[in-house]
């Protein structure tokens, strides 16, 4: 059992501390132009005006990216405060308008049917109680809404472990550090099969799951 897995079987696990502000910098420094695509399929499934939750947003830049994008009311939520905080800086100094709040998935802050599109990115199999966390996704999703989550695949292949580090850093040692560190963040993330059998727990009823990379795109209609 990875170190992970053994933790989340305690708490939802959030990141907080000087951790926080490590994780926001090499976000801006080396993850914006993954942050932006993010952004871009998440728009390319929304109307103007539309709402849209993002669950776990860590240093807020996909909500930050999908502001810049087109005309919609953005909310994240986060467990750590700290992350909360830095979200709000974040977005101030990038003159967009995101609401940031405090929040667990498992016990939403918000009312039922308020969101057209609910996002949550690399943080699902962080999440103590991941049929709970689907089932307050759909509490909280509009009728006929989407969620898209996005996350490691605990069955990705070695050749593609180390194509995708090779991306990252063309440095012998950080191609491989990078290697490490996805292989123990797929150990501890959902194959494909574990994603359909925790939506077979809701009341969803249909999905679209797509492997991309070291990683799954799982798309849930309601």
């Known amino acids: 059992m990875s170190v992970m897995k053994f933790f989340r079987q305690f ?22 132009a993954e942050m932006q695509g993010y952004a871009k399929e998440v728009a390319s499934h929304l109307k103007d005006n539309a709402s849209v939750l993002e669950v776990a947003p860590g240093p807020g830049y996909l909500s930050i990216e999908l502001a810049k994008i087109g ?3 953005i909310t994240g939520m986060d467990i750590s405060a700290d992350f ?15 609401t940031f709040v405090q929040g667990n998935v498992s016990a939403m802050p918000f009312e039922d049917n308020t969101f057209d599109f609910i996002v949550c990115s690399a943080a699902f199999k962080n999440f103590k109680e991941p049929v709970v966390a689907i089932k ?24 593609i472990l180390i194509e995708e580090a090779g991306k ?16 123990q963040l797929c ?14 727990q809701t009341s969803f009823s249909k999905n679209d799951i797509k492997e991309i990379g070291i990683g799954l795109f799982v798309y849930i209609y309601k």
Do not use: Q
């Not at 909360?84 to 995101?98: D, P, Q």
């Not at 307050?136 to 990705?156: A, F, P, Q, S, T």
């Not at 993330?189 to 939506?199: G, K, L, M, P, V």
């Open 11 to 32: 708490k939802d696990l959030g990141i907080t501390g000087p951790f926080t502000r490590w994780y926001d910098k090499n976000t801006r420094t080396n993850r914006i």
């Open 71 to 73: 005309n919609y009311t």
């Open 187 to 200: 150990n501890s993330a959902y194959t494909r099969d574990d994603f359909e059998n925790i939506i077979k």
């Open 84 to 98: 909360v905080e830095i979200c709000r800086v974040n977005a101030k100094r990038e003159n967009v308008n995101v």
């Open 168 to 183: 990252i850093s063309k440095s012998g040692f950080e191609r491989w550090f990078m290697k490490n560190t996805f292989k």
């Open 136 to 159: 307050e996704m759909y509490r909280v999703l509009k009728d006929n809404g989407i969620v898209l989550i996005i996350d490691m695949n605990h069955n990705v292949s070695k050749e």
